[in-house]
């Protein structure tokens, strides 16, 4: 295996990696993480999200614009928002569903924004009450209403390699719906392993597929470790030129429409492997794991980082 950078001419092998390959992380942990914990004060929340800022990630996503009744732990996000002491250079992101979403986004003054679609109909139906193509008409206006307002808007695509109610999903249909996210004017589009069932092969073509429709400098990959799998599938991926990467601070989370569904991949142990591979990040390890502790022990829960265990236990 070999790296790719934007030239390809620079393909060199592992232990000669291009000194300027630096990698992007988008933080989960307030939001996918903490949607799918018991609810925490707004007060812990705002601790978080401005610890993750000092630890030196740039962006952040802080919360969701959903119906309180669907996923009551995020029904604070204006507040967290109004609250957080802002750091220049740091993006502050909340998902937005619809119009009225994106609304009371824009009221809290959120830096950009995220529309959630998925590649299966079960799951699209469960997790927002609608079909992919219904998904699709929402996301018009709100596109729209963003354009006019100058927020980007990032779009997921859930289930990319797999649903917990169909099972396989093709990946032309992944690739369908992510060119639908694109051209519809989301600036990126993240690539969910939902569940955390994908293996690195698996993630490798489809990436390679949705890379045929949609430049792989404007995709992320957004895996959840359900099976172990996720740092695995990120490696299988690096040389296929991608830089993004969605993770989750101590490993928080789940998702409420996915049973049994880990959090994302620890940003802890992304951030280690990275850094292990010459890339840069931007992060300050140690203070990251420091969040992710601050944060397990107000949810009284274990760490999900094997490296932050590792770190606080010297
Ligand atoms: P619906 O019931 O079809 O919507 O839900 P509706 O338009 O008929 O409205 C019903 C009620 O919700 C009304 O209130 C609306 O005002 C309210 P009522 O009259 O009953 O009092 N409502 C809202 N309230 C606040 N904010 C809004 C909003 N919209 C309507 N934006 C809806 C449709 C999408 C709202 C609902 O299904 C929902 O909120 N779903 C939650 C989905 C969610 O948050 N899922 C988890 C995040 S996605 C994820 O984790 C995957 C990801 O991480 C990638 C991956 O891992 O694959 C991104
Ligand atoms: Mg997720």
Redesign the pocket.
């Known amino acids: 295996m070999s790296w790719k950078t934007s030239d390809s001419s620079k393909q060199t092998g592992w232990g000669k990696k291009p000194q300027s390959d630096s990698v992007s992380i988008f933080e989960?942990g307030a939001?996918?993480g903490l949607?799918?914990e018991v609810a925490v004060p707004t007060a812990a929340k705002v601790a978080l999200i401005e610890s993750l800022a000092d630890a030196g990630l740039k962006r952040i996503e802080v919360g969701?614009?959903?119906?309180?009744?669907?996923?009551p732990q995020?029904a604070d996000s204006a507040d967290v928002l109004a609250q957080i002491q802002r750091q220049s250079g740091v993006v502050y992101s909340a998902?937005?569903?619809?119009v009225?979403?994106?609304e009371?986004a824009l009221n809290a003054k959120a830096s950009e924004v995220?529309i959630?679609g998925?590649a299966s109909q079960s799951f699209s139906q469960r997790?927002?009450?609608?079909s992919i193509e219904e998904s699709i008409e929402?996301f018009i206006p709100l596109m729209e209403l963003a354009k006019k307002h100058n927020i980007p808007v990032r779009g997921?695509?859930?289930?990319?390699l797999g649903c917990p109610y169909e099972g396989e999903i093709a990946v032309s249909e992944v690739a369908r719906v992510s060119e639908i996210l694109y051209k519809m004017g989301c600036y990126e589009i993240?690539l969910?392993?939902?569940i955390g069932i994908g293996t690195p092969q698996k993630a490798r073509r489809m990436l390679q597929t949705v890379g045929e429709r949609v430049p792989v400098d404007k995709l992320a990959l957004?895996f959840?470790d359900t099976y172990g799998q996720a740092l695995a599938n990120i490696l299988a991926c690096l040389d296929l030129g991608v830089r993004v990467f969605?993770s989750s601070v101590a490993g928080l989370g789940g998702?409420?429409?996915?049973k049994g569904?880990s959090g994302?991949l620890a940003t802890e142990d992304l951030v280690y492997m990275l850094h292990g591979m010459g890339l840069e990040t931007g992060i300050e390890l140690q203070k990251l794991a420091l969040a992710g502790q601050a944060i397990s022990t107000q949810l009284n829960r274990k760490n999900g980082s094997k490296v932050a265990t590792a770190l606080l236990a010297k």
């Not at 969701?64 to 996923?71: D, G």
């Not at 998902?95 to 619809?98: F, K």
């Not at 997921?156 to 990319?160: K, M, R």
């Open positions: 989960m939001r996918d949607q799918n969701s614009f959903v119906s309180p009744k669907w996923v995020m998902l937005t569903p619809n009225k979403g994106f009371l995220a959630f998925a997790n927002i009450n609608c929402r997921y695509v859930s289930c990319v993240s969910g392993d939902t957004h959840h969605d998702c409420p429409y996915a569904a994302n």
